[in-house]
């Protein structure tokens, strides 16, 4: 489209994007060498894992950032604890802040947590397939699927639009702004991820594998629907830029 920025220019989008694929790469090697020292195989019967948050959205801005992974079973038993452990050791290695792993995860409680929370049930939906099991990834889309709607959706950003409000109000020291939870803060990347996907689902659209930053993915789904003019667009993508930046 006429007058849209060029995307490549911006060293914030380029940032996450380079930084995100640099973590899938680290992620995949030390799960192929756990896996190969656990199983005795680079490849996991019954256990794949995936990137959720900034990294699931390929929004990723290094330094210290948390390493926010997720690892799916069939089912909880010794190898996977033991796998689970080995993984954790070898990425605590790494110059992340955290290495943010739930504790659960097999596909049991995965679904009784996409039934019954949006918290937890929205870290499932966010997550994107690194390696590992296919017939395990299969079977955490159809889960996904059967519990993903329009509603939930909706719920999901009001229950965050006012979840982020009060969450702010507690991340405020000696009158200084957090940058990631004050309004217009990168915790507004999220409602434009959420945005996009609840477009998709309304329009009946199938998910993109698209890789560029969700934030950019939702940005144009916008300028696409008429909400948002160029002008607006590239105003943001410049705010999306200084963000990552800063």
């Known amino acids: 489209m006429k007058g849209l920025r060029d995307l490549r220019d911006l060293v914030g989008v380029d940032r996450m994007l380079r930084e995100t694929?640099?973590?899938?790469?680290?992620?995949?090697?030390?799960?192929?060498?756990?896996?190969d020292e656990v199983y005795n195989y680079q490849e996991t019967p019954n256990l794949s894992i995936y990137a959720y948050g900034s990294p699931g959205r390929r929004e990723l801005v290094g330094g210290d950032s948390d390493a926010d992974i997720f690892l799916v079973e069939?089912?909880?038993?010794?190898?996977?604890?033991?796998?689970?452990l080995n993984l954790t050791d070898k990425l605590s290695k790494f110059n992340y802040s955290k290495i943010d792993?739930?504790?659960?995860?097999?596909?049991?409680?995965?679904?009784?947590?996409?039934?019954?929370?949006?918290?937890?049930?929205?870290?499932?939906?966010?997550?994107?397939?690194?390696?590992?099991?296919?017939?395990?990834?299969?079977?955490?889309?159809?889960?996904?699927?059967?519990?993903?709607?329009?509603e939930r959706a909706l719920?999901?950003?009001?229950?965050?639009?006012?979840?982020l409000n009060?969450?702010?109000?507690?991340?405020?020291?000696?009158?200084?702004?957090?940058?990631?939870y004050c309004r217009g803060g990168s915790r507004e990347f999220l409602f434009l991820?959420?945005?996009?996907?609840?477009?998709?689902?309304?329009?009946?659209?199938?998910?993109?594998?698209?890789k560029e930053p969700k934030v950019v993915t939702g940005l144009n789904r916008l300028l696409s629907n008429g909400?948002?003019?160029?002008?607006?667009?590239n105003e943001a993508i410049e705010a999306i830029n200084f963000m990552t930046v800063l």
């Open 193 to 210: 991820s959420w945005y996009d996907d609840l477009d998709k689902m309304i329009n009946g659209e199938n998910k993109t594998k698209s």
């Open 21 to 35: 694929e640099m973590f899938d790469s680290i992620i995949k090697a030390v799960y192929e060498m756990a896996a």
């Open 101 to 150: 792993l739930p504790e659960w995860g097999d596909l049991n409680e995965v679904e009784i947590y996409l039934r019954n929370s949006l918290v937890e049930g929205n870290q499932v939906l966010e997550t994107r397939f690194l390696t590992g099991s296919k017939d395990i990834d299969n079977k955490l889309s159809e889960l996904k699927r059967l519990y993903n709607s329009p």
């Open 74 to 84: 069939k089912e909880s038993n010794n190898k996977t604890k033991i796998f689970r």
């Open 166 to 180: 009060q969450y702010f109000k507690q991340r405020i020291k000696d009158g200084a702004h957090n940058i990631k």
């Open 227 to 233: 909400k948002i003019s160029v002008e607006q667009f």
């Open 155 to 163: 719920k999901n950003i009001i229950f965050n639009r006012f979840y």
